[in-house]
């Protein structure tokens, strides 16, 4: 598949390289050689640069755009992303993203207006963002929450604690036939773990389950999590377009308050969100006297959602110290992922990964085949639909001999999830969830044909 990214920043070159681990043909354009330049330098990526305008005929013509199967805009500038999806379709890209900064742009009613111009889909980081961060701040005890086919199936990432009652338990003797749920990876310290039988849990891991809804109860039982608050009051600090969004689309039960160093930000939020439930308070989101004036320690969570990472991380830690459990914060720094995870952050919202999540299944749905999601340092989370005589068709899962460090999580039939043991029996067109490491993903295509969608949500999360 042959695909143009336009812009070489932070979401293009993100992009760009986790692309180039597949089998595609990657041509990242920016007209400023310095970034494309530092891209190169960085390491062998299989991708070829070029240093022309993304918004010049001449310069689309000459990265072959006119044979492109995907057309990318990620520049910072939302009016040139369209202006170069609009030449792009009608050079003859087959598909077209641009990425933008008005929300007003994503809402499905307008979908057919750019559709009509040539603009197939629409990226709005701070949207997709605001997004993972309710879905964290409705849940105060996962670490990350994803829903599979709809919510057939359910994920879960939990950090485990001391009252966890599943620690220190081989997984053959926690997760035997009849369990409502498997463990299908672990993250501890630097190492991803796909478990095994004789693998266990131990304190401080963060465990991602597969289960489906009518257990989430029950797990949040056995990780020890009952205690924890639910989460009706927010302090926010930092007032940009993606605290906007999470105002907006807060559930009724939930306050918020929003702390803006910025006076004609603050007017403008008092515009944007006229809404007794939210209020917006000018100052310093790092002024521990102001913070404690507007009650964090009545707040059951804190998000630290500004431009400055190291900022962020530190808000949260402060708010932690004075008795906020639950803290989000906005890591755009990709240097700082795994920082702010040692540091017992809480829930990380990186923009450039779930923007690339998102382009991911945009791509899923051109009928892409075999694109890899690289999840927690070389682990991947794939969605394969078993073919009509594949060989997992053939017997039992426990007698498929799957190659070590390869974990079934769980499947679809017929509309319905349902988990994978040792008995079951997968059928053709059977949707099936699997996690290995990145160096297995080739061999599973002989078990299943070719992967046809993967879980975008999961890259954020592992990093």
């Not at 199967?69 to 003859?92: K, Q, S, W, Y």
């Not at 926010?236 to 039960?253: C, K, L």
């Not at 008092?270 to 404690?292: A, H, K, N, Y």
Request: aromatic content about 6%; some cysteine; hydrophobic content about 40%.
């Amino acid at each position: 598949m042959k695909i143009v990214i336009a812009g070489a920043g932070a979401v293009g070159t993100h992009l760009a390289k986790l692309l180039s681990k597949e089998d595609q043909d990657i041509i990242l354009i920016d007209e400023n050689p310095e970034k494309t330049d530092k891209l190169n330098s960085e390491g062998n990526y299989d991708l070829l640069t070029l240093n022309v305008s993304p918004s010049s005929i001449r310069g689309l013509k000459e990265a072959g755009v006119p044979h492109a199967d995907l057309f990318i805009a990620v520049m910072p500038d939302e009016a040139r992303n369209l202006t170069c999806c609009l030449l792009a379709h009608t050079l003859g890209a087959r598909k077209t993203v641009a990425r933008v900064d008005n929300s007003e742009y994503v809402q499905p009613q307008y979908q057919p207006y750019f559709q009509q111009m040539g603009i197939d889909s629409l990226i709005y980081p701070e949207s997709l963002a605001a997004r993972d961060i309710l879905e964290g701040l409705k849940r105060s005890w996962v670490r990350q929450y994803w829903e599979v086919h709809g919510g057939t199936l359910i994920m879960l990432g939990i950090k485990l604690r001391e009252t966890a009652r599943i620690l220190n338990v081989p997984l053959r003797q926690l997760c035997a036939p009849g369990t409502p749920y498997h463990v299908v990876a672990i993250k501890r310290d630097e190492a991803t773990i796909i478990p095994g039988g004789n693998d266990e849990l131990r304190l401080g891991d963060i465990a991602y389950f597969m289960t489906t809804k009518k257990f989430i109860s029950y797990i949040r039982e056995i990780v020890g999590k009952e205690t924890y608050a639910d989460v009706k009051n927010v302090m926010i600090m930092g007032g940009g377009r993606t605290s906007v969004d999470v105002a907006n689309g807060r559930p009724d039960y939930m306050t918020m308050k929003i702390i803006e160093q910025n006076e004609e930000r603050c007017l403008r939020l008092s515009e944007l969100l006229d809404d007794d439930e939210v209020r917006i308070i000018q100052g310093d989101g790092r002024d521990t006297r102001l913070l404690l004036e507007e009650g964090i320690r009545d707040m059951q969570a804190f998000a630290a959602l500004t431009p400055e990472t190291e900022t962020n991380i530190l808000a949260c830690l402060a708010a932690k110290r004075m008795g906020v459990r639950k803290t989000v914060a906005l890591v755009e720094n990709m240097e700082y992922v795994t920082l702010a995870e040692k540091l017992d952050i809480g829930t990380i919202i990186n923009k450039k990964m779930i923007a690339a999540s998102h382009i991911y299944q945009i791509m899923l749905n051109t009928d892409v085949a075999n694109v890899k999601c690289l999840t927690i340092a070389n682990a991947d989370v794939a969605e394969f639909i078993a073919s009509e005589g594949s060989l997992v068709t053939k017997s039992l899962v426990k007698d498929l001999r799957l190659p070590q460090g390869v974990t079934l999580g769980g499947l679809v039939r017929d509309g319905e999830g349902q988990l994978v043991g040792g008995n079951t029996q997968i059928q053709a067109g059977d949707s099936v969830v699997v996690f290995c490491m990145s160096s297995l993903i080739k061999k599973l295509e002989r078990y299943f044909g070719k992967p046809t969608t993967v879980i975008d949500s999961i890259i954020q999360t592992f990093r």
